[in-house]
């Protein structure tokens, strides 16, 4: 019997993760159907696929036993779901080679919708996954997620678009992801896996019930094995199978400096996290698109340096929940990675000088941050003293500072080295006596004076053609008095024709 019925509350659940790999717009017609297949035990499991990424959804309801398998488009069946209650149930039933039928109750009555349908022997095939499942444990799970958060999204570098569960070293096992502005890596790690494996970022991998849904587990194909690499992560009810780079990750560990070359160490308490992520929110924010915000260690006391626009003074806060260690420093940063590393709960922050790159750590987790360089090189700007958190900087403004963003070099060592003089595209300033005063004004100086003079421009048009208008309301009225004194005369001599002598 080909017959397949779905109890609607879990078929909710199954269409929700469904829906994160069923993309909105499909390329080939039969990625946008479901597979629903009754297994000889009873057992049925629901499958969509995007061909690089398979979910599959197993339910606990039990049929009969006896095989069967059906393609409904995933529009349909999730419309009809959605319109159900929880206690209702659905019945899939083929309507021809090419059609399907779904029977869902409505008012106490059967309701049925017919739609398009195909061969299930047209669903494209899955990949099979061989060899031993691990077990992956909360630390490791958790460690996956922070990853995924720190890696690329940039199409161009796919090996960088996931987090890369590193296995070379045989002495420790890691969990990386970068995007070459800032890494995150997780060790301590000793898993049962015989080669490394890249987790594609997918949003299904974030989704709350997958993450609910029991213990997970990871299954990887072997390098030797024929096809792509791919992997396999289960839970309780679900299965989730993608393809993986096939391109070696970077060395990501020869761009870390070395643990010796730290000079300041701040220690922030792990119980008041949770206030200084709110300091964090609350100082003023910049227009730059960095979010820049400045951490600086002075007199023993750890500050957040933040302001709204570049011409205004530094407002400081005073971080009272934290030790410090080393000399005197000033470093910047984007804000949105600082609140990311606090997440994290990297609550032990090592800086080397004001450009090189800061690392945040806790207990076998850290981030390397590359800083933001104020006026294209090492911070210059004056340090205004330091004040509470309620008042402001009253001294006169430092020269307006533009932060650019260091990227991270994957591929060598030297990542703590500062650019020369002018590495960065800035101009060297012209020689004394000859300088004009076009040349002395900034880039952004020289866009406002352009802007006020195409605004002037426009004026003068706007001028213009009001102008204009004025002269055409004045015709038009004095068309419609010609007119009116027009049709006075021919009034008047009706009048006077009309008059008998």
Known sequence: MQNITLPVAELRTALAGLGKVIQKRISLAILGNVRVRRHGS????????DLDRTAIYSMDHRGQAEPATLLVPFVDLNNIAKSCGNADVIELEPAGEKAISIRFPVGGQSAEHHCESAPPAEFPLQPEVSGTSINISETLRSSIHEALECASSDPSRLVLNGAFIDVRDNNAHYVVGTDGNHLFSSNSFSLPLKQSVLIPEHKFLG?????????WKLKAKPVKES???????????????SR??????????????????????ISINPEAVDEVMVAVQRLPLGEDRHHTIGLEVAKNEFRLLGKSRPELPWTKIVIPESGTTGPDVTIFLDRRMLLKALRFGLTRIEIIDSISP????????????????????SNTAASPPPITAATTNTNPPPPAEQPTPTPMQTSTPTIGQAKPAGANGSSTPPAQGTANKEDSKSPLEAALVQIESIKTGFRESINGLTKLGDHIRQSMREQKTSEKEIHNVRQTLRTLQSVRI
């Open 42 to 49: 009873g057992l049925t499991d629901l499958t969509v696929t």
């Open 207 to 215: 989704w709350k019930g997958f993450q609910q849904d029991g213990e």
């Open 227 to 241: 096809g792509p690499p791919c992997f396999e992560i289960t839970s309780d009810h679900w299965r989730f199978l």
């Open 244 to 265: 993986s780079s096939e391109s070696n990750y970077p060395d990501w560990k020869a761009v870390l400096p070395s643990p010796t070359a730290y000079n300041t160490t």
């Open 358 to 377: 800061i690392r945040f750590s806790l207990a076998g987790r850290q981030m390397i941050i590359m800083p933001l360089r104020m006026n294209g090189g």
